[in-house]
């Protein structure tokens, strides 16, 4: 169905095709009068086809002159009018040459596809969604991408989408009834498409289509059902409808959701690029301090929503063993109203929260989280005044600018690079530019006086459909969660062996509530730090880490055996909990484990208590002394990151 204001502009250009050929019809009629009728007819004919054609018979001249010899009214009123017509009626060949044109290319780019090319639709056509397709390397003829938009588009652009091979829908989905969608939708190809991508930059907006797709068998049958392994991609950076959407899609855990969802919130994926390609740790890669000893202490200028993930993400990345401290200071000029909407997020009953500052209670968790919050302006000397000072006491080690406005980032970051070049202290300082990629340029130059400040990827750079549908992270994520999920573990009495699982990754992924989803993906966050500090706590623990997993983990090991297919306990839960105390590296490990995971659960608002996924609660939100205590069957869980490593070295 086309967009209303799109079919009343083709209605208004064909009724105004009909009164300019009239007009010239009436013209021709009175100004050919003398004629005899045969050839009166071809004449009349003639000119208002020629109307048409840019060229009239009767030109304007001609019919100024038959009406000063015969000034009748009808022949000023219907002179009057060609005059006027004669410039619609050209205007209307234009739009229907044009219109034939695009079809035409429509049935061209039609023919180059292949019959069985994969369809991906994209709901929303605004900066984001341009800068995706502008990305877009695909192959046409592979891949056809279907834009659906209420956005009134000029016909120049969509002829321009068209020729790259994008279809363009202009279809108000929210405005239909349900029994009206599988007729809206019939030319779009949904129910074929693998992929659909709801980035219209209302949260609320995208929610709601995504209402209009068959989540379970229980939900309404006149939704449209997607293709059994779709995935659906929606945009949503606000908490509160990200945690509506998530109730929405775990409503069917369990019940083998028809589509995959995931949450694609922007602010996330660039911070997380930036603590992948600069880890928090790097200060430490070519130094000798003890894991135990790498604090990490961040600064956060802005507290918006790319500094709140800043924090965020620090509190998972930031873990580099059991007992290493993570202090966060967080500067904006309104911190008091963007720290009450940040903290929001935080459980009292995890956190003891003061005026300025939010520590992670010692009974939580191993370590010590802190996160200090400063109402100072980047601009005054304040700012820099607290920075030495606190720069001589406990060094920072690494440096996050977030402000939205140039001037003060600018001058912060160039504040900043004296501050520690002075000291001779040289960290990562990451600076936010995505307003001006000229600036930005100049900023990532070398040659600049800023060559010490890295730019954040802007959006431009983290939006590609590549990194949408093919997520690496994801595959990562559902691999450790499919590990998780068939990791066997046999007590010692046990007769055989129990072959892991192997169910598909992604039914188990579709079957997990959102969080846990996020819990996998903040694990295989988490990884990519554990290729540091694995081989790291090996070093300081003075073994071979290859001779290490076997010993613990291999045919023989001490703490499990592995049979091929599953690992045996070395003994009963209490001996394998005695031998993983004894042996430092590992216990280390899983104590790392266990406080990071912790630290994450904390994160999205999890307290201590029975265990209720509604009320965010775990029994396991503990030190790791606590849970040897009271959960002891589950410390050895947190050893599945040696696990994974000793089968991906035993494929090698």
Known sequence: MKNKTKVKTSRF?????????????????????????????????????????????????DVIAFMNNEPTLINTVVGYAYCIAVFTAPYCTISFVYKFLERILRLIIGFRRRKNCQHILIFGYNDDVKAMLRNNKSDPKELCIHVITTEKIGQEEVYDLNKSGYVIHNIDVLKAGAEELPALF??????????????????????????????????????????????????????????????????????????????????????HKMYSDIPLHKVYEDSDTPLDECTVHLLVAGLGQMGQQAVLQAMNLGILSDKNKIIIDVFDTDIKKQKAEFINQFSSETFDISEDSVK??????????????????????????????????NPYTYAVITLENIDFAVNCAMQLDEIFCEIGHEIPIMMRMDSDRRLAGFIASENSALANVQIIDD???????????????????????HLYNNISIITSDEEGNSDNSDADPETEWNRLRLFRRSSSKAAAYHDEVKEFIIPRLAKEKKTDLNKKLEEILGTDGSIMKFTGSAWRMNGSEKAVL??????????????????RWCSYMASIGWCAGERSDRFRKNPCLVTQQRLMETKPEMCKYDLMSLM???IRKNDS
């Open 13 to 61: 250009i064909f009724i105004l095709a009909i009164v300019s050929f009239l007009i010239a019809t009436v013209q021709g009629i009175l100004y050919y009068k003398k004629y005899d009728t045969f050839f009166k007819f071809l004449l009349v004919i003639q000119n208002s086809i020629n109307a048409f054609g840019f060229k009239a018979s009767v030109s304007i001249k």
């Open 186 to 271: 019939a030319k779009t190809h949904l129910e074929d498409a693998k992929n659909i991508i709801l980035f219209e930059e209302s949260s609320i907006r995208n929610f709601s289509l995504l209402q209009t797709f068959r989540l379970c068998e229980k939900d309404n049958t006149e939704k449209i059902r997607l293709r059994e392994d779709a995935k659906v991609s929606c945009r949503c950076e606000e908490e509160g409808i990200g945690r509506l959407i998530a109730e929405y899609y775990n409503s069917a855990a369990g019940k083998d959701a028809y589509y995959d969802l995931e949450l694609v919130n922007f602010p996330e994926m660039q911070i």
């Open 360 to 393: 992670l209670k010692a009974e939580a968790a191993d370590g010590v989280l802190e996160i200090n919050f400063y109402a100072l302006n980047v601009k005054y000397l304040d700012f820099y005044s607290l920075l030495r000072e606190k720069t001589a006491s």
């Open 459 to 481: 959006r431009s750079c983290i939006i590609t459909l590549d990194m949408i549908i093919n997520r690496e992270i994801d595959r990562i994520a559902k691999e450790y969660n």
């Open 578 to 595: 005695d031998n993983l105390k004894k042996d430092s590296f590992a216990y280390a490990l899983a104590s790392l484990e266990h406080r």
């Open 644 to 646: 994974e490593r000793y």
